[in-house]
Protein backbone atom coordinates (compact mmCIF):
# COMPACT_ATOMS: atom_id res chain seq x y z
CA UNK A 1 0.00 0.00 0.00
CA UNK A 2 1.51 3.36 -1.09
CA UNK A 3 1.46 6.48 0.99
CA UNK A 4 1.60 9.92 -0.06
CA UNK A 5 4.39 11.95 1.70
CA UNK A 6 3.74 15.61 -0.80
CA UNK A 7 3.10 18.18 2.07
CA UNK A 8 1.77 20.48 -0.47
CA UNK A 9 -1.50 19.78 0.30
CA UNK A 10 -0.91 20.76 3.95
CA UNK A 11 -1.50 25.06 4.07
CA UNK A 12 1.85 25.81 5.60
CA UNK A 13 2.32 27.78 8.34
CA UNK A 14 0.47 31.53 8.50
CA UNK A 15 -1.52 29.97 5.54
CA UNK A 16 -5.12 29.52 5.61
CA UNK A 17 -6.12 26.84 3.10
CA UNK A 18 -7.83 29.56 0.41
CA UNK A 19 -4.23 30.51 -0.25
CA UNK A 20 -4.17 34.13 1.80
CA UNK A 21 -1.67 34.37 4.21
CA UNK A 22 -2.36 35.56 8.21
CA UNK A 23 -0.75 38.17 9.88
CA UNK A 24 0.79 37.90 12.74
CA UNK A 25 1.59 39.95 15.40
CA UNK A 26 4.05 40.14 18.35
CA UNK A 27 2.27 38.83 21.48
CA UNK A 28 3.50 42.21 23.18
CA UNK A 29 2.11 44.09 20.42
CA UNK A 30 -1.54 42.63 21.14
CA UNK A 31 -1.30 42.81 24.95
CA UNK A 32 -0.17 46.36 24.54
CA UNK A 33 -2.68 48.96 26.53
CA UNK A 34 -2.04 52.58 25.77
CA UNK A 35 -3.52 55.27 28.20
CA UNK A 36 -4.55 58.68 26.87
CA UNK A 37 -3.34 61.10 29.24
CA UNK A 38 -5.99 64.03 29.61
CA UNK A 39 -4.44 67.50 30.14
CA UNK A 40 -5.74 69.11 33.08
CA UNK A 41 -6.60 72.39 32.65
CA UNK A 42 -7.74 73.97 35.85
CA UNK A 43 -11.51 75.77 36.33
CA UNK A 44 -11.00 77.84 39.89
CA UNK A 45 -8.55 79.66 40.85
CA UNK A 46 -6.80 77.20 44.10
CA UNK A 47 -6.67 75.00 41.02
CA UNK A 48 -4.51 77.51 39.02
CA UNK A 49 -2.62 78.74 41.84
CA UNK A 50 -1.42 75.49 42.64
CA UNK A 51 -0.66 74.03 38.99
CA UNK A 52 1.57 77.46 39.22
CA UNK A 53 3.41 76.01 42.21
CA UNK A 54 2.13 79.00 44.93
CA UNK A 55 0.60 75.90 46.55
CA UNK A 56 3.06 73.31 47.25
CA UNK A 57 1.39 70.94 50.31
CA UNK A 58 -1.78 70.84 51.25
CA UNK A 59 -2.09 72.21 54.69
CA UNK A 60 -0.82 75.83 53.04
CA UNK A 61 -4.29 75.02 50.72
CA UNK A 62 -6.48 74.44 53.71
CA UNK A 63 -4.92 77.20 56.04
CA UNK A 64 -5.96 79.38 52.82
CA UNK A 65 -9.52 78.89 54.02
CA UNK A 66 -10.37 78.27 50.09
CA UNK A 67 -12.60 75.06 49.42
CA UNK A 68 -11.15 72.05 47.25
CA UNK A 69 -13.68 71.51 44.44
CA UNK A 70 -11.83 70.08 41.56
CA UNK A 71 -9.96 66.40 42.94
CA UNK A 72 -6.63 66.77 40.36
CA UNK A 73 -5.48 69.79 43.38
CA UNK A 74 -5.40 66.22 45.93
CA UNK A 75 -3.89 64.19 43.15
CA UNK A 76 -1.22 66.42 42.80
CA UNK A 77 -0.21 68.09 46.19
CA UNK A 78 -1.12 64.41 47.81
CA UNK A 79 0.13 61.61 45.48
CA UNK A 80 0.19 59.20 48.35
CA UNK A 81 -3.64 59.11 48.67
CA UNK A 82 -4.94 56.07 50.10
CA UNK A 83 -8.87 55.50 49.12
CA UNK A 84 -10.36 52.49 50.80
CA UNK A 85 -14.17 51.75 50.77
CA UNK A 86 -17.19 51.15 53.67
CA UNK A 87 -18.89 48.03 53.92
CA UNK A 88 -22.16 49.88 54.19
CA UNK A 89 -24.84 47.41 52.93
CA UNK A 90 -25.34 43.82 53.16
CA UNK A 91 -26.46 40.96 51.15
CA UNK A 92 -29.26 38.96 51.67
CA UNK A 93 -28.97 35.80 53.71
CA UNK A 94 -30.86 33.23 56.06
CA UNK A 95 -32.52 35.13 59.09
CA UNK A 96 -31.29 38.43 58.06
CA UNK A 97 -27.61 37.44 58.73
CA UNK A 98 -25.71 38.54 55.39
CA UNK A 99 -22.35 39.31 54.45
CA UNK A 100 -21.50 43.02 54.68
CA UNK A 101 -20.69 44.63 51.51
CA UNK A 102 -20.06 48.52 49.78
CA UNK A 103 -23.73 49.30 48.62
CA UNK A 104 -26.58 49.81 49.95
CA UNK A 105 -29.44 49.57 48.11
CA UNK A 106 -32.51 51.38 48.34
CA UNK A 107 -35.98 51.39 46.67
CA UNK A 108 -38.53 54.02 45.61
CA UNK A 109 -41.98 53.26 44.85
CA UNK A 110 -43.10 55.75 41.94
CA UNK A 111 -45.60 55.80 39.21
CA UNK A 112 -43.23 53.96 36.98
CA UNK A 113 -42.73 51.08 38.93
CA UNK A 114 -39.77 50.71 41.74
CA UNK A 115 -36.57 52.51 40.99
CA UNK A 116 -33.28 51.11 42.55
CA UNK A 117 -30.71 53.17 43.88
CA UNK A 118 -27.09 52.48 45.18
CA UNK A 119 -25.34 54.54 47.82
CA UNK A 120 -21.47 53.89 48.68
CA UNK A 121 -18.62 55.66 51.03
CA UNK A 122 -14.97 56.14 50.42
CA UNK A 123 -12.62 57.02 53.27
CA UNK A 124 -9.43 59.07 52.19
CA UNK A 125 -6.62 59.98 54.29
CA UNK A 126 -2.15 60.25 53.77
CA UNK A 127 -2.04 58.37 57.23
CA UNK A 128 -0.63 61.50 58.13
CA UNK A 129 -3.02 64.16 59.47
CA UNK A 130 -5.08 64.44 56.83
CA UNK A 131 -8.05 62.70 56.27
CA UNK A 132 -11.61 62.69 54.53
CA UNK A 133 -14.94 60.74 53.04
CA UNK A 134 -16.92 60.98 50.11
CA UNK A 135 -20.66 59.81 49.72
CA UNK A 136 -22.04 58.67 45.94
CA UNK A 137 -25.27 57.43 44.73
CA UNK A 138 -26.79 56.45 41.71
CA UNK A 139 -28.80 54.05 39.73
CA UNK A 140 -25.85 52.03 39.22
CA UNK A 141 -22.85 50.78 41.11
CA UNK A 142 -20.48 52.27 39.57
CA UNK A 143 -21.41 55.29 38.86
CA UNK A 144 -21.59 55.51 42.51
CA UNK A 145 -18.36 54.56 43.27
CA UNK A 146 -17.27 57.20 40.76
CA UNK A 147 -18.74 59.93 42.83
CA UNK A 148 -17.73 58.82 46.32
CA UNK A 149 -14.00 58.45 45.09
CA UNK A 150 -14.52 61.91 43.60
CA UNK A 151 -15.54 63.42 46.45
CA UNK A 152 -13.57 62.06 49.17
CA UNK A 153 -10.69 63.65 47.20
CA UNK A 154 -12.35 66.95 47.69
CA UNK A 155 -13.84 66.52 50.83
CA UNK A 156 -10.67 67.06 53.16
CA UNK A 157 -9.63 67.74 56.28
CA UNK A 158 -6.47 68.32 58.63
CA UNK A 159 -6.75 66.74 61.90
CA UNK A 160 -4.34 67.36 65.58
CA UNK A 161 -2.69 64.79 66.96
CA UNK A 162 -1.29 64.07 70.00
CA UNK A 163 -0.94 62.18 73.39
CA UNK A 164 -3.62 63.39 76.20
CA UNK A 165 -3.77 60.50 78.26
CA UNK A 166 -3.07 61.52 82.12
CA UNK A 167 -1.36 57.92 82.64
CA UNK A 168 1.27 58.23 79.17
CA UNK A 169 2.02 62.03 78.46
CA UNK A 170 5.16 60.78 76.65
CA UNK A 171 4.65 63.83 74.13
CA UNK A 172 4.61 61.92 70.69
CA UNK A 173 1.79 62.18 68.27
CA UNK A 174 0.00 58.59 68.33
CA UNK A 175 -3.12 59.70 69.99
CA UNK A 176 -5.06 62.54 70.21
CA UNK A 177 -4.62 65.42 72.08
CA UNK A 178 -8.02 65.83 74.13
CA UNK A 179 -11.22 64.07 73.85
CA UNK A 180 -13.91 64.67 71.20
CA UNK A 181 -17.50 64.40 70.48
CA UNK A 182 -19.52 64.23 67.30
CA UNK A 183 -22.99 63.65 66.34
CA UNK A 184 -25.36 62.74 62.75
CA UNK A 185 -28.25 61.51 63.23
CA UNK A 186 -29.65 59.34 66.44
CA UNK A 187 -25.83 58.34 66.27
CA UNK A 188 -23.11 59.72 68.55
CA UNK A 189 -19.28 58.79 68.88
CA UNK A 190 -16.87 60.36 71.70
CA UNK A 191 -13.20 59.92 70.87
CA UNK A 192 -10.64 59.95 73.87
CA UNK A 193 -7.06 59.92 74.32
CA UNK A 194 -5.34 56.29 75.07
CA UNK A 195 -2.25 55.92 76.47
CA UNK A 196 0.79 54.23 73.69
CA UNK A 197 -0.13 50.70 72.82
CA UNK A 198 -3.46 50.60 73.42
CA UNK A 199 -4.60 50.28 69.42
CA UNK A 200 -7.89 51.74 68.22
CA UNK A 201 -10.74 50.71 70.46
CA UNK A 202 -13.11 51.29 68.31
CA UNK A 203 -16.03 49.85 65.74
CA UNK A 204 -14.25 48.34 62.62
CA UNK A 205 -15.30 50.58 60.04
CA UNK A 206 -14.71 53.71 62.03
CA UNK A 207 -11.39 52.09 62.70
CA UNK A 208 -10.58 52.60 58.94
CA UNK A 209 -11.05 56.18 58.93
CA UNK A 210 -8.59 56.71 62.32
CA UNK A 211 -5.60 54.76 60.32
CA UNK A 212 -5.93 56.72 57.72
CA UNK A 213 -5.75 60.00 59.49
CA UNK A 214 -2.68 58.72 61.40
CA UNK A 215 -4.28 57.90 64.67
CA UNK A 216 -2.84 54.51 66.55
CA UNK A 217 -4.48 54.46 70.07
CA UNK A 218 -7.85 55.50 70.96
CA UNK A 219 -10.92 54.66 73.52
CA UNK A 220 -14.14 55.37 72.15
CA UNK A 221 -17.65 54.94 72.76
CA UNK A 222 -20.94 55.00 70.60
CA UNK A 223 -24.94 55.86 71.14
CA UNK A 224 -27.81 55.17 68.90
CA UNK A 225 -28.38 53.21 65.96
CA UNK A 226 -24.50 52.48 65.04
CA UNK A 227 -25.69 49.76 62.25
CA UNK A 228 -26.02 52.67 59.97
CA UNK A 229 -22.87 52.98 59.27
CA UNK A 230 -22.88 56.23 56.91
CA UNK A 231 -24.18 58.05 60.25
CA UNK A 232 -21.60 56.56 62.10
CA UNK A 233 -18.88 57.49 59.90
CA UNK A 234 -20.12 60.90 59.30
CA UNK A 235 -20.30 60.93 63.54
CA UNK A 236 -16.52 60.35 63.66
CA UNK A 237 -15.48 62.90 60.95
CA UNK A 238 -17.42 65.40 63.10
CA UNK A 239 -15.62 64.37 66.16
CA UNK A 240 -12.28 64.54 64.23
CA UNK A 241 -13.38 68.55 63.22
CA UNK A 242 -13.63 69.38 66.83
CA UNK A 243 -9.91 68.61 67.33
CA UNK A 244 -9.21 71.77 65.51
CA UNK A 245 -11.85 74.07 66.91
CA UNK A 246 -10.51 73.60 70.59
CA UNK A 247 -8.58 76.78 71.60
CA UNK A 248 -4.82 75.92 72.50
CA UNK A 249 -2.81 77.79 75.28
CA UNK A 250 0.20 77.25 76.91
CA UNK A 251 -1.49 75.28 79.27
CA UNK A 252 -2.75 72.94 76.85
CA UNK A 253 0.18 72.67 74.31
CA UNK A 254 2.75 71.21 77.57
CA UNK A 255 3.60 67.58 77.53
CA UNK A 256 1.12 66.69 74.70
CA UNK A 257 3.62 66.48 71.22
CA UNK A 258 0.76 68.36 69.32
CA UNK A 259 1.02 67.66 65.78
CA UNK A 260 -1.68 69.88 63.21
CA UNK A 261 -1.26 67.69 60.35
CA UNK A 262 2.35 67.16 59.82
CA UNK A 263 3.70 69.82 60.98
CA UNK A 264 4.62 70.95 65.08
CA UNK A 265 2.38 73.28 66.73
CA UNK A 266 5.34 73.97 69.42
Not at 132 to 149: D, L, S
Not at 178 to 192: Q, Y
Request: proline content about 3%; aromatic content about 6%; glycine content about 12%.
Amino acid sequence: MAFNNNNNSKPRTGQRRDGFKREHKPREDRNQHVEEKVEWVPKTSLGRDVLVGKYTNMRDVMLSGSKILEEQITEMLVPDLALEMVNVGQAKGKFGGGRRKTSKATQKITSDGSRMSFSMLVLSGNKNGIVGFGFGKARETVPAREKAYKKAKKNLIMIRRGCGDWGCFCGSAHSIPFAVEGSEGSVTVRLMPAPKGTGLVVESELKKMLQLAGIKDVWSKTFGQTKNKINLIKAGFNALKQLQEIKLTPYVLDGRGIKDGDKDEQ
